[in-house]
């Protein structure tokens, strides 16, 4: 049977999305080493799994049914541009999320939730954040962000659902397809 790459996030509302489609036209041009993440694929990643298998997915429903039972609706900024490893030579562009807390807790529930149903925990740790673009190749020129950029509010996020995406890859980049809403 083959294996799906899929991840659990949050989604992003139309406002938010508005907003960092705003900040992308300003920052863009100081980036072309960068591929953008399309605003239709944008979101805050709380679990990726890079294989699953078609039975996976009712544990991994079941997990997400646990926590969204017992998880209330909670707000967070979207705020400050950041970069992975280094600003000045990024191979990721990120906004941040504060206050991080809420989420970090809404992490380890479904951690400990997926945990329970046999899924290992995940290698990194969390880093509450939304990805706007990644490096096309390692390397290349020093890049100075722009210092309004680590200002920059993008809007409240509400944090009220979560939703299991199956993230199909293409040579345009990650399609992903809403499979379970909780």
Known sequence: MAEIRAFIAVPLSEKNLAAICDLRRRIESRYPQMRWVRADQIHLTLRFFAALREEDLDRIHGS????????????????????????????????G??????????????ETALQRCGF????????PHVTLARARQRGG?????????????GGSLDVNEIIL?????????PVNLSLIHI
């Open 64 to 95: 997400m049914l646990s926590v969204g039972d017992l998880q209330a609706p909670f707000s967070v900024k979207i705020c400050g541009l950041g970069c992975f490893p280094r600003l000045n030579r990024p191979r990721v562009l990120w906004l």
């Open 97 to 110: 999320l504060e206050p991080a807390a809420p989420l970090a807790a809404l992490h380890h529930r479904l």
């Open 120 to 127: 290992a925990p995940e290698d990194r740790s969390f880093n």
């Open 141 to 153: 020129e020093e890049t100075k962000p722009p210092a309004w950029g680590y200002s920059w509010c």
């Open 165 to 173: 995406y199956h993230s199909r890859l293409n040579p345009q980049g």
